[in-house]
Structure formats: C-alpha cells, structure tokens
C-alpha cells in the first residue's frame, strides 16, 4: 500500500494571508455527520450525511417522496434534532440556538402557504416583526413593503382574509410573511406545489428573480426536476436519506447515476422527445 | 280549567320559577366551562390523560338523569336536597359536549398553519392563545351550545330533588293530572331551550372563522 503524503507547506507563507478555507466559501449553514432517525424504523431517514450550504446560494434538494428532503430543511431550524452529529447555522450548533431566536431569523415558506386564517393579509406578513416586538409603524411600513416584493398591491390585499385570495396570491403572502424580519436564510419546502400548472410557473419564473435581487440564502425543497434547474444555482439530489448528486444545474444532467437518470427521464414527452 | 287561564293567573310564579330555571343553568354552565375548557386544552398534549377524562365524562352523560340525581342525594358535602346536588348533575352532564368540542376544535386546526406558526418562531403559548385557540373558538362554542340545551332541559327534572324551576310545574301537574299545570312549566322550558340555541348560534356564528 502506498499513500501520499500531502505536501509539506513552506513555513515562510506570509503572516497577513487569508486562510484558505475562506477564501473558497462562506458556509452559512453546514451539515456535519447527522443522521437522524426516529424510532420504530431501522434505517435512518438521513443518514451520516455531510454538506454545507454557502451564503447567498439557492440550493435545491430535489429527491423522491422520503428521500429525507424534509426532514434536512427541518433539522436547520432545529424543528427536528439530528440523532448524531450537528447541524451547524452561522457558526453555531442549532442545539446551541435558542430555538425561537433561530426561527424567527429563518424565513420558512410551506405547500398551501399555512396562513393563519384567522389573521388580514398584513397581520400574516407582519407575524414575526410582531413576535420580534417591533412598533406598529415600523410594522406597517414593513408589510406595505413587503406585499409590493411579492407584486401585491398593498391597498387592494393587505386587508383581506387568506380565504379571500385566490391559491397563487396566498403563495405569495406565504414567501412574504417568511420574509418579514427580513431573515438571511429562507427555506421553502414545496412552496409551488399545490398551484396549478400556469400559475406554478408564473410564481417560479417571479421567484428567481425575486431570489437574484434579495441575495438570500435559499434552501428550496422539490421533487420536480423542471423546477430545480429553473431556480437552483447548485442541486442536491437525495435518495434514502444520502446525497447522491450534487451539482450546478448545467451539469447536473450529465451525471451517471440512476437516480439522475430517474430524473432526468421525467423531462422527456410521452413521445420520447425532450419537453 | 284550560292551560291558557293557568298560566295567566300563576304568571308571576311562572316567572319566579323561569328565573329559578336560568340561574341553576347559568351557574351549572359556568362551573362546567371553567372546567372542561381548560382540561380540554390540557389534554391536547396528553393521550392518556384524555382517553380517561373523555371517558369519565361519557360515564356521567350515560347516567339516566333521575338516577343521577339519585346516587348524588347520599353524597355528602355535595348531596342532600336542594338545588346544590341539582347543580353538581348538571355540571356532570354538560361537561362532555364541551371538554369534547374543545379538544376537537384544538387538535382539527390545519397542520400546515400550526407547522408555519412553529417555524416562524412562535412559543407553545403563543401558539395555543394566538392560532389553536382563536381557531378552535367556533368549535367550543358549538359545544357550549350543546351543553346549554341538555342543561336547560336535564334541568326540569331537578325539580324531582327540590332544587326548584320549572321542573316544578310539570312534576305538580303530572300528580294533579292537569295538563294546565304541566304546561305551565314545559312551554317557557321548551321556549327557553330554544332562545338559548338560537342566540348561542348567532354568536357562534359571528366567531367562526371562514
């Protein structure tokens, strides 16, 4: 057997020099070693799994119905708790987070919205600016600014009821409710998927725009590949709960694994050409 | 004598009994509200708790409601003759249909809104008095309703253990064979259920969310 050894550095390297490490990436959040499980069920829903998250990325984990996608959006802001290793955001275990404080920093955007029904338009968008105790003008001028981001117009909807919009318009409120305390880190799990085919595309092509112009950090969980290359600016394709892929959108086709394979034949047409 | 000429001659000891009849509903309703609401948001979070609280409470609606009465006479402290034993049934007997609606209207709240509410960084309290509580309001009203009307008529038949109300008229004119008499304390019940249902239902409807 034989192994490299790596090359001995010269000792003279200039003081004031970056460390290398961050000269290549700024993890905002990483995984390091999680695996979680949950009893009753013998193999884990993810699985000894390793991967960081840079700042300003949108990375989408594309994966089957129980690949573990879910479950990894969950752990970051520690709605779940990994069974062994750590969950790291901005440099800090999320079991050293104050699970409140974290979340209130995280944007969080579902399927069918989950608006409070109960709550106007503005009150939904204002909820976490609300918790976080701001006053009421600031509240306010926040809403108003953020139901223009999302392209509704302020004096139309913000007093409205959630039952009152139509299913595109309460996505919308959803993604700026996330907004609100205007977090650096969005996760959204399935936000389009429940919309109709147009306006599903309506709202994913207003989206990455929307997500070019913020510069957040997104984590976008789908199982529709169509919508992963449209919005991601890398994917990570997850199967049993373990990364099988991980790649920039234009490269992610080329790679040779089954499960990409899977995938990718989802774009073909029923007449075997590509859509 | 015809039921008619009854009524308008016993008017105001109709009326006394009438009010009689609303206070023993009104302070059974109450104890039972303060009581079955919070234990139904206790339960929420604690099955075995609730398998048997929903129980017992089942028991004590299965209870024919004479026998009821019955059993509590001998009881002491909370026994005896007089509307206090009246009271204790009836709190007994509504407590199901609320401790039930309240648990109901609390755990049927739509997952994805107590999921957003979790995610966004609410606290458990914040979550139970800001979204569970105000969502589930309807549904508990409903129950309070139900309650209300089984009270109002289970009521009727305290008179048979001395706590007074209508009850009255009708166990006196049952033993006088006077339909007048019977009647007498049936209509304003029988009235008085349903001014209850039908107010309780307005304000319910008026606080369903959707």
Not at chain 1, 69 to 87: E, Y
Not at chain 1, 247 to 253: E, G, H, I, N, V
Not at chain 2, 149 to 159: D, E, H, L, Q, S
Request: proline letters at 6%.
């Amino acid at each position: 057997m034989h192994y490299d050894r790596p090359p001995i550095r010269p000792v003279n390297r200039p003081r004031d020099e970056a460390p290398i490490s961050s000269a290549i990436a700024d993890p905002i959040i990483e995984f390091r070693g999680v695996t979680y499980s949950v009893k009753g069920r013998s193999a884990p829903l993810i699985a000894e799994l390793s991967m960081s998250v840079n700042s300003g990325e949108t990375l989408v984990l594309l994966g089957r119905s129980g690949s573990g996608k879910t479950t990894l959006l969950r752990l970051i802001n520690r709605m779940l708790i990994p069974s062994a290793g750590q969950v790291v955001v901005k440099g800090k275990s999320t079991m050293e987070w104050d699970a409140i404080r974290l979340r209130r920093h995280i944007g969080y955007v579902i399927q069918e919205a989950g608006l409070f029904p109960h709550f106007t338009v503005a009150e939904n968008v204002g909820l976490v600016p609300k918790l976080d105790k701001w006053d009421s003008a600031r509240i306010a001028k926040r809403t108003d600014e953020l139901l223009r981001i999302v392209g509704l117009e302020p004096k139309e909807f913000a007093q409205r009821r959630p039952a009152q919009l139509s299913g595109g318009q309460r996505q919308r409120v959803g993604v700026a409710r996330a907004l609100g305390a205007d977090p650096s880190i969005l996760l959204m799990d399935e936000p389009f998927g429940a919309l109709d085919p147009v306006t599903r595309s309506e709202l994913q092509h207003e989206f990455s725009e929307l997500a070019c112009r913020l510069g957040k950090t997104i984590v976008f969980v789908t199982h529709d590949l169509r919508e992963a290359l449209l919005l991601a600016s890398r994917i990570v394709l997850l199967q049993n709960g373990r990364i099988v892929a991980s790649a920039k959108p234009q490269d992610f086709l080329r790679i040779e694994h089954a499960e990409v394979k899977a995938f990718s034949d989802t774009l073909q047409t029923v007449a075997g050409e590509p859509a | 004598m015809t039921p008619w000429t009854f009524m308008v001659t016993h008017r105001s000891e109709i009326w006394s009994a009438t009010l009689d009849h609303v206070a023993l509903v009104l302070i059974a309703m109450s104890i039972a509200i303060v009581i079955a609401v919070p234990l139904g948001m206790f339960i929420v979070q604690r099955p075995a708790l609730r398998t048997f609280s929903l129980g017992l409470a089942s028991v004590f609606q299965t209870i024919p409601s004479l026998a009821l009465f019955g059993f509590l006479i001998p009881i002491p402290f909370i026994g005896g003759i007089g509307p206090r034993t009246a009271i204790v049934a009836l709190v007994l007997y509504a407590l199901l249909p609320i401790l039930r609606n309240t648990y109901v209207g609390l755990t049927s709240i739509d997952p994805a809104v107590l999921e957003a509410a979790e995610a966004m960084g609410m606290t458990n309290t914040q979550i139970l008095t800001g979204v569970r509580l105000p969502l589930a309001l309807g549904i508990i009203l409903a129950g309070i309703r139900t309650a209300t009307v089984i009270t109002i008529g289970v009521a009727t038949i305290a008179a048979a253990i001395g706590a007074g109300g209508l009850g009255t008229f009708i166990f006196r004119g049952v033993a006088m064979v006077s339909d007048g008499v019977i009647l007498a304390g049936a209509i304003p019940a029988a009235l008085l259920a349903i001014l209850a249902d039908l107010l309780l239902a307005l304000i319910e409807r008026r606080l369903r969310v959707q």
